[in-house]
């Protein structure tokens, strides 16, 4: 652990060539270097970039906050495609159902409602994406198969067989940027890494893909259950 200017920071060593700083979901601050690096050498380093650290943390305690305050009850909003719903506890047969400018729950299903939000989003879903994959792939993409999943972390994958699947949380995003991440796996189809062509392909389909994928990097950590 390397104490700098009030940060505790992990340091992880291996045979990389080059040293880089991150700051994950827990409010770590993690320096990776090589293994021959001096320890004064990180300590300058860290306060080099520690104005962008202190902010980093700031966002972490932000989402932390953000995801404190929400949970399954009344008021709070949830999102299919981008438009934002309502969460009203009823008293219903059926689990879950979109009903005007609400999310309807059922007052039976409240302790199991992140899965019957999860199941909502891969029925409802699946169809939708399906047909968007079909819009942009035509006969340009071959794939073999489209599947929601419960991914939290990877907002799409493209297989090695070019199975396609995505996770339910992009079901919540703007349709703009739903296209996006449809359109970033099946460039993956032709290109399984992020190589210049890779980009060239995306931009092939759309010009503005840039300007969406800094919107979901910017807004995607809100789309959450």
Not at 9 to 38: F, Q, Y
Not at 43 to 72: M, S
């Amino acid at each position: 652990m390397l104490r700098v200017n009030g940060l505790n920071v992990r340091v992880v060593r291996s045979r990389r060539k080059t040293v880089s700083l991150e700051v994950n979901g827990l409010g770590e601050v993690v320096l990776k270097a090589p293994e021959n690096v001096s320890e004064a050498f990180l300590k300058r380093f860290v306060l080099k970039h520690k104005n962008w650290v202190f902010q980093k943390l700031l966002d972490v305690e932000k989402k932390k906050k953000f995801l404190e305050r929400r949970g399954f009850r009344n008021g709070v909003v949830f999102y299919y495609l981008g438009v934002p719903y309502v969460l009203k506890i009823v008293e219903s047969s059926v689990p879950l159902e979109l009903s005007g400018n609400y999310f309807l729950l059922s007052s039976d299903w409240v302790s199991d409602a992140k899965d019957v939000f999860i199941a909502w989003y891969k029925k409802v879903g699946l169809p939708y994406i399906t047909e968007r994959v079909r819009f942009f792939a035509r006969n340009r993409f071959p794939y073999k198969s489209v599947k929601i999943t419960r991914a939290e972390k990877r907002w799409g994958s493209c297989s090695g067989s070019n199975s396609l699947c995505f996770s339910y949380r992009a079901l919540m995003l703007p349709e703009e940027i739903l296209d996006y991440i449809v359109v970033h796996e099946i460039a993956h189809i032709k290109e399984k890494n992020h190589s210049k062509y890779f980009w060239k392909l995306v931009e092939s389909i759309l010009p503005d893909f840039r300007k969406r994928d800094r919107w979901l990097r910017v807004n995607g950590w809100k789309f959450v259950l």
